[in-house]
């Protein structure tokens, strides 16, 4: 299973970045999808993250200004990011739980993607 992250850049404070996250390899299901960062000096933390039933759950520093959502049929997740803010600067990093093929047998695994840097300027 391979995790491919893109959308990150250099935004002004304010602005709106999306992130996106691709899933690839023998899939059989996707479960628990997320977005942590990581800031310089400081360890990764969970910014949100959304169930196979589309139940979703946030940091408190990004309530009402992220929203995470998933593409099932793409094996896509996503992170709409809004009203961004300077310490919104960070390595982003998508996650996934997921059921997956090993030759003929099924087995559930986790997985990180390359992480993607947003920078906010003020």
């Known amino acids: 299973v391979q995790l491919q992250a893109s959308g990150g850049g250099l935004m002004q404070a304010g602005g709106s970045l999306r992130l996106s996250c691709a899933a690839s390899g023998s899939i059989f299901s996707l479960n628990e999808m997320a977005w942590y960062r990581q800031a310089p000096g400081k360890e990764r933390e969970l910014v949100a993250r959304i169930t196979s039933g589309a139940k979703t759950d946030y940091a408190d520093s990004v309530k009402g200004r992220f929203t995470i959502s998933r593409d099932n049929a793409k094996n896509l997740v996503y992170l709409q990011m809004n009203s961004l803010k300077p310490e919104d600067t960070a390595a982003y990093y998508c996650?996934?739980?997921?059921?997956?093929?090993?030759?003929?047998?099924?087995?559930?695994?986790?997985?990180w993607g390359q992480g993607t840097l947003v920078t906010v300027s003020s």
């Open positions: 996650n996934v739980h997921c059921t997956y093929y090993s030759g003929t047998y099924l087995t559930s695994g986790d997985y």
